[in-house]
């Protein structure tokens, strides 16, 4: 079985950077830092970055990294994707450079996402510093948070994901109100996600704090433009995450959650899951007759009264005495 640590960073191609300044660091309270190519890198944690931002024409997801354990494991990992055929590219001195990373290489999926491996990141030298006095992220061994991808190709992209690249099923739903699989690589029940939808994409990014608190006000900002809330307050049934999406400058979505589950992965079994929330989550972005299904799993739900045991724990380079 293969083995990564965490779904560490993703790139993403910007229209405006500007906007993303202002999003990422007054908004979501991550530390903003200058990269050397005209671009952004978003602090989360001791990690140099978590999100890197490049100028581009468009929007897109640029590239996204797991993390093998150490050298040994990114060489483990190459030598099944030469064996499987598959075009593995080494990452260039400057790409490793600019992720802070000792080794990568890099294949891309059915979808022609960049997909990345690599090994031993550096810490910054300075400690993270958000741009607004918040209680931090819940990242660590982790991972950065969540990447929920959209496609037209699920049975393609689920396989590669599963199957060539090792991801583990952590749940799926029967397509109500949309088909989705979720797949895990740590105790985060979910670093990866994929959405049957009628155009690929990025569905959202998910970002979890430290604090109940930080995501309350986080909404307090979000309701003086409601219009930039595209999911309203609620929980989700298989993370268990309290959390709400608003639009972010790349047009796709940013969860900001609080008190993901986790998961015991050595005795994980698959399941399907009934819906995609227990409460709430009202999502403006689905056709009306998708958002009447997603209401009946909400009713139905609460009918049964079900309710979701919530274990918190913090990001341990957080402690309460830090803020
Ligand atoms: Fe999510």
Redesign the pocket.
């Known amino acids: 079985m293969i083995e990564y640590k965490q779904l560490g960073y993703i790139g993403l191609s910007a229209c405006d950077t500007t906007a993303w300044r202002t999003f990422a660091g007054e908004y979501l309270g991550m530390q903003v830092v200058d990269g050397s190519t005209g671009g952004l890198a978003l602090r989360m944690d001791d990690r140099r970055q978590r999100i890197l931002l490049e100028p581009a024409q468009s929007d897109a997801l640029a590239f996204l990294g797991l993390e093998t354990a150490g050298r040994e494991g990114l060489e483990v990992i190459a030598a099944r994707f030469k064996g499987l055929g598959l075009d593995v590219q080494q990452g260039s001195p400057g790409e490793c450079a600019q992720r802070h990373v000792e080794e990568l290489i890099w294949l891309r999926d059915p979808d022609g996402y960049r997909v990345e491996f690599y090994c031993n990141p550096t810490d910054a030298d300075e400690p993270f510093l958000p741009a607004r006095p918040i209680g931090g992220f819940r990242t660590g061994e982790l991972g950065f948070g ?1 990447l ?1 991808l959209q496609t037209l190709n699920f049975k393609e992209m689920e396989e590669f994901y599963l199957q060539t690249i090792g991801l583990r099923l952590s749940d799926y739903t029967d397509g109500t109100p949309f088909r989705a699989s979720f797949m895990h690589v740590n105790p985060r029940h ?1 670093s990866l ?1 994929l959405i049957e939808f009628n155009r690929p994409g990025i569905h ?3 970002v979890e704090y430290n604090f109940i608190d930080d995501v309350g006000r986080l909404y307090d900002m979000a309701l003086k433009d409601p219009e930039s809330i595209a999911v309203t307050l609620g929980r ?1 049934a298989n ?1 268990h ?1 309290f ?1 709400f ?1 608003t639009f972010s400058p790349g047009g796709f979505m940013i ?1 900001t ?1 609080w008190a993901g589950r986790l998961i015991d992965v050595d005795k994980w079994e698959p399941e399907l899951i009934y819906g995609p929330s227990i409460w709430g989550h009202e999502r403006h972005w689905l056709p009306p007759e998708r958002r009447a299904a997603a209401q009946a799993i909400l009713e139905t739900a609460a009918e049964k009264g079900i309710l979701e045991p919530t274990s918190v724990t913090r990001s341990p380079a957080f402690k309460l005495e830090d803020v």
């Open positions: 969540h929920v979910h996600a959202h990014i998910m989700h993370d995450v959390s999406y969860e959650g």
